[in-house]
């Protein structure tokens, strides 16, 4: 147990037993415990393996790999279509976790199997993302657009493209587009302030 972690299991308050049982799960596997992102996240030979986080309706074990574990349980989630490699397993009672020991200890153990082998996950490139039109004929049309969005990082550039293509109207997306245009002249990405 890392002290620095032990603030994040004892301000919950809905999920108390839930993440006190994964938290020994995942220690008796014997990873090591950091606190990423504010959340207990286990390394193996400090490469992250899985992470322990909460939502309102559930608490859950997120695999950072998971879309390489063999899912004959069934229990991996992919948290939404754009999640590429982590998946979930949830939980919204802590007798699901207890009677479900070995299935996660296993899962746990597959994992750092898949970080000795040195397994990645294929991503797809930035470029595969389809860009919604919208979008498309702004940088046709705006040179210094195109060439600021084609400076920045594919991770920030994925980030546009995907909150520009999410709505359904074609209102909508041209509004994100109209939104966003000066935040990616300024070299910023989605989330920068």
Not at 74 to 84: D, T
Not at 128 to 139: A, I
């Amino acid at each position: 147990m890392n002290p620095k972690v032990d603030f994040y299991f004892n301000k919950a308050q809905k999920w108390q037993e839930e993440l006190e049982q994964l938290r020994m799960i995942v220690l008796d596997c014997r990873l090591s415990e950091e606190l990423k992102w504010g959340c207990p996240c286990y390394t193996f030979q400090e490469s992250n393996i899985v992470l322990i986080h909460v939502f309102k309706e559930y608490c859950a074990l997120l695999f950072f790999k998971g879309a390489l574990l063999n899912n004959a349980d069934g229990l991996l989630i992919r948290q939404s279509e754009n999640v590429q490699a982590a998946r979930q397993i949830r939980f919204t009672h802590v007798l699901e976790i207890v009677e479900q020991k070995p299935i996660l200890k296993a899962y746990i153990y597959e994992a750092v199997e898949v970080e000795k082998a040195g397994l990645k996950v294929e991503l797809k490139k930035t470029e595969e993302f389809p860009v919604p039109e919208e979008f498309q004929s702004k940088l046709d049309r705006i040179p210094a657009l195109k060439t600021a969005f084609e400076t920045l990082t594919p991770g920030r550039q994925r980030a546009y493209i995907l909150h520009f293509s999410k709505p359904t109207q074609s209102k909508t997306r041209e509004a994100r587009v109209e939104k966003y245009m000066l935040q990616i002249l300024s070299g910023k990405g989605l989330n920068d302030v």
